[in-house]
């Protein structure tokens, strides 16, 4: 920090590295209804981590007990500058508050803390918003989750799914594949080959290896990796998250080659069978930007899409930050990315993606 911060008497950021800390605000985040994965010290602590950034979060208390709380990645990028996210890297993870909670004292804090680290930008993805506060703007068009019940068998899950769809998860299942479940090394490697050839294929910088592994590794038996195989060759691979009974399909892909096998398709009804097999009732989606190509195919799948509320706020003076991969100004890097070699962008990729948060 660039001077001293000091907070009202009921605000403080606690020590992330106390076990006893931990396990209070994991008991908090246990009984609140909209916390998330994201909010979890298991996602946001080992995150800051792994892409070389720091992990913060604000609690504030009365009479001994957490009434609100809210997770923090101080993000820094040399292309897009630094950020305060809640909560980095993450669709969710904004300010959870319970009665009691004093919500403006605690944003006047949250813009104070940005300023002393340097963070000319804050974005809080969901939770509680600030409103009509100076310097914030709201966003509540801009990206929709999708969520809906797993089906009791295979045969109601495809009925589930609309028609055309349905023949093109048909045409999946119809295929030679091979369909492996696990978090072992093969299935790490696997899953990042993928994952690379995609997002070098959109135009995307690919996040490290090591934040994959560190989100798999902190959530243990609450994570795994589904990865679809043609004549032994991974095409198709995602990792999940587990939570509440939802099953929440987060970083996925497919090769060139998993077009033409519909190998994404067969990957997400096969997620969806292991997923029921695991006891889960509820398959999440994730968000997508709304009436992006990603946004069409959910609802295609007979997802209902759910607008999302966001905020983020500029500093006094300071330019918008703009990480938005859809904006005019970033559509032309995006052109060049996608022509780049693979092994260039998959060595220049992770370099950059640390920091778009």
């Not at 009921?10 to 020590?15: E, F, G, I, S, T």
């Not at 295929?175 to 990042?192: C, I, K, M, N, Q």
Request: glycine share 10%; aromatic share 8%; charged share 20%.
């Amino acid at each position: 920090m660039n001077a001293p911060f000091s907070l009202p008497a009921n605000l403080r950021l606690p020590d992330l590295a106390d076990p006893g800390e931990l396990a209070r605000i994991e008991g908090f985040l246990a009984r609140h209804p909209d916390a998330t994965p994201f909010h979890r010290p298991c996602w946001f602590v080992p995150v800051a981590k792994a892409t070389g950034n720091d992990a913060l979060a604000l609690v504030q208390e009365r009479q001994g007990e957490i009434v609100a709380f809210l997770p923090l990645n101080v993000i820094h990028s040399p292309v897009f500058g630094r950020l305060l996210a809640s909560s980095g890297f993450a669709v969710g993870g904004g300010l959870l508050t319970t009665d009691g909670a004093d919500i403006a004292a605690i944003f006047a804090a949250l813009e104070e803390l940005a300023l002393r680290l340097s963070c000319p930008a804050i974005e809080l993805r969901g939770g509680a918003l600030p409103g009509a506060r100076q310097g914030w703007a709201l966003k509540t068009e801009s990206h929709c989750n999708f969520a809906r019940p797993i089906a009791a068998d295979d045969d109601a899950e495809l009925l589930a799914i609309p028609r055309k769809q349905r023949a093109e998860v048909r045409k999946g299942l119809g295929f030679d594949l091979e369909v492996e479940v696990g978090t072992g090394e093969s299935d790490r490697a696997a899953h990042y080959a993928v994952f690379c050839e995609s997002y070098r294929n959109l135009g995307t910088p690919v996040f490290p290896r090591a934040l994959l592994d560190a989100v798999v590794d902190a959530f243990g038996a609450d994570a795994d990796i589904l990865t679809v195989r043609h004549q032994g060759t991974p095409v198709a691979s995602v990792i999940s998250l587990y939570h509440r009974g939802a099953v929440m399909p987060y970083w996925g892909g497919g090769t060139h080659a998993a077009r033409a096998l519909r190998a994404n398709d067969r990957m997400y009804f096969e997620l969806m069978r292991h997923a029921r097999a695991r006891g889960a009732t509820h398959f999440d989606f994730g968000r997508s930007k709304t009436n992006s190509g990603a946004y069409h195919f959910k609802r295609n799948w007979g997802f209902e899409p759910e607008p999302l509320s966001y905020a983020t706020w500029t500093a006094p003076g300071a330019a918008r930050r703009d990480a938005d991969p859809t904006s005019a100004g970033l559509s032309l890097q995006i052109k060049v990315w996608q022509r780049l070699p693979l092994a260039l962008a998959n060595r220049l990729g992770p370099l950059i993606a640390r920091g778009i948060g």
